[in-house]
């Protein structure tokens, strides 16, 4: 079946994409880069026509709270459009453990906002809520830095690879809608300051991480509950440990 992938040549979208087409199916990777842009519309007819299948895993290039919350809410009123006008029979987005949890927070807030118009479509769908991935962990860490030192919540993470949601989403992708929402993490949880501790360390950064309950998150003070998944979520198979040592030597 014809499968598009909304930003198809992301971290995410790339491996999605080859691994549909490893299974045999005929998959748009689908992207401003390519003439197709889910926020303006353009592209969009031409790129779903014929379509089965839309996965959606494009994310904001600002993460300010109207710009990003404007990107979600324009994407998911055009994808709902162009799909019912395909006749597109299952709509797969990628969201984020935690995001009904943390108003606080306006990356947050946006991805309910995207998920609340996904839902009222119309559009047979699944939403795929992760946990945050490995390979943002770094980066997270930087969001905190000030005055040479990087000050973190000690809350829980669940942290996944990258690798092991592409998996799940193109499982996702090619069984039926759930119309409904599905959790995945990695298999452990540790405290964000001791994750970064890690990262920091296998990268030769010597900055200090300081564990502070009152850090922010994106805007957001967090606990053990607020970014880790409910009961019975998916997990992903690959530790942090054996994936940070395939990461250093890398």
């Known amino acids: 079946m014809k499968i598009v992938v909304i930003g198809g040549s992301g971290l995410i979208g790339t491996n999605v994409v080859n691994r549909l087409r490893q299974k045999g199916h005929e998959v748009l990777a689908a992207s401003p880069r390519s003439g197709v842009n889910a926020v303006t519309g353009d592209g969009l ?51 984020v453990v935690g995001a009904d949890r943390l108003p606080q927070s306006g990356y947050l807030r946006a991805k309910l906002a995207q998920e609340t118009l996904i839902k009222a479509s119309g559009i047979p769908y699944t939403i795929l809520r992760a946990t945050q991935f490995f390979e943002f962990i770094a980066a997270i860490a930087e969001a905190g830095a000030q005055d040479g030192v990087i000050r973190l919540s000690p809350a829980l993470l669940q942290p996944i690879a990258a690798d092991d949601v592409a998996a799940a989403l193109a499982d996702l992708a090619v069984g039926p809608p759930l119309n409904g929402t599905v959790e995945i993490a990695g298999p452990d949880a540790s405290p964000l300051d001791t994750l970064a501790r890690k990262v920091l360390c296998a990268q030769g950064d010597k900055r200090e991480v300081i564990a502070d309950i009152h850090a922010r998150y994106f805007g957001a003070e967090l606990n053990d509950r607020s970014l880790t998944p409910g009961a019975d979520p998916r997990l992903g198979p690959t530790r942090f440990e054996d994936w940070l040592g395939r990461a250093a030597v890398q």
């Open 45 to 95: 007819a031409a790129a779903l026509a014929g379509a089965t299948v839309v996965v959606d895993v494009a994310n904001a290039p600002s993460f300010e709270d109207k710009a990003v919350l404007d990107f979600f809410q324009a994407s998911a009123r055009n994808l709902a459009a162009a799909e019912a006008e395909a006749g597109v029979r299952h709509h797969l987005a990628l969201s």
